[in-house]
């Protein structure tokens, strides 16, 4: 989707103190190899702070960086890939109380449930929730995830090259604002849903701890059953296929993008499966930031975002692309040009 005239006019994170990756390593939680190999420098470790009441931080200090008032707000979209604090419960309509409160009386409340991927996701939803009206005059996205025990080991939950991190952020997409938001768009492969349910049956209610290695391990083993190519092979192409799109969307090619963020997957990782398939350098990337908050579910995006320009590295007339990659699966991608220093911006 080609963004025309949209914005992002305002960038906030929620991030808790970080703990020292070595910790866990002495602590027999983390395995000695996938540090090396991860390069991981720390993680941020909420305590206490639930995910929605981090989205709300963010997700107040984005509007107020936006010069938006809460009743200028016409969409607020949650995106989250684990556990928020209470079930059955949308907490979305936390956020939106906290932020908005009775000023967004008139802007819908909705989570995305696109896990990863989810806040790009929820970029491309409020682009084109904005664009079908032009009286609508901005939407926020927020995100926010806090993995915890026991239902959730952040140290090896998920795959060898993730290691998760607490954490929130927020964006304001509006009429004006610093970056120009170019163009965002999302491939999916769904017959890779199963890599992250496995061979687990259907409960009646949550309560099992995430085990995504014994998952992923059990999908893998009906590999034969499936056609479209190797697991591998999918998910290059649905990365492949999500960053060429937007790039022509946006009228771009890859040597124009300054800076790229991706998941803050492993060093390993990142490398082989994002940055050499693309022809990029790490040094073109966010890495040097994502090594030490580890993996923020869906906030990776917005948080690397915030940071290159906070500290000045993304300054106007650079190009960013942001790529996220989501269980499911899904590839959101958005392309944005700063086109002026914010007053927040060092």
């Not at 707000?73 to 309509?93: E, R, T």
């Not at 952040?154 to 964006?171: F, K, L, N, S």
């Amino acid at each position: 989707m080609r963004c025309g005239d949209l914005f992002l006019s305002g960038l906030a994170y929620r991030l808790p103190p970080a703990v020292d990756v070595d910790t866990a390593v002495g602590e027999g939680r983390y395995d000695p190899e996938d540090r090396r190999a991860d390069g991981y420098a720390s993680v941020t470790v909420a305590d206490g702070e639930a995910p929605p009441e981090m989205a709300a931080a963010a997700g107040r200090l984005a509007l107020a960086r936006s010069g938006t008032p809460a009743s200028g707000v016409s969409l607020l979209l949650h995106a989250s890939a684990w556990f928020q604090g209470i079930d059955y419960w949308p907490a979305a309509a936390y956020v939106h109380r906290e932020v908005l409160g009775d000023a967004g009386r008139r802007a819908p409340a909705l989570d995305v449930q696109q896990m990863c991927a989810g806040a790009l996701g929820a970029v491309e939803l409020a682009a084109s929730y904005l664009a079908a009206d032009a009286s609508r005059g901005a939407a926020l996205v927020t995100t926010a995830d806090r993995y915890a025990d026991p239902g959730f080991d952040r140290w090896r939950g998920d795959v060898r090259g993730i290691v998760y991190g607490d954490g929130a952020a927020a964006a304001v997409i509006g009429r004006t604002g610093f970056a120009r938001l170019l163009a965002v768009s999302t491939v999916v492969d769904t017959g890779l849903e199963g890599m992250y349910r496995g061979a687990e049956p259907f409960a009646a209610a949550p309560g099992r701890p995430v085990d995504v290695r014994d998952r992923r391990a059990a999908f893998a083993g009906g590999a034969a059953d499936r056609p479209g190519g190797s697991v591998g092979e999918r998910i290059a192409s649905g990365l492949a296929d999500a960053v060429g799109g937007t790039l022509d969307e946006a009228g771009l090619k890859p040597g124009d993008i300054d800076r790229y963020v991706f998941p803050n997957v492993g060093e390993h990782v990142l490398r082989t499966k994002y940055a050499e398939p693309l022809g990029l350098d790490l040094d073109r990337t966010a890495w040097d930031w994502g090594r030490r908050t580890g993996h923020v579910g869906a906030a990776d995006q917005l948080t690397g975002l915030t940071h290159l320009v906070e500290t000045g590295r993304a300054a106007p007339g650079d190009r960013v692309l942001l790529v996220g990659i989501g269980a499911g699966f899904a590839w959101s991608c958005a392309a944005v040009e700063i086109v002026a220093r914010p007053s927040w911006s060092a």
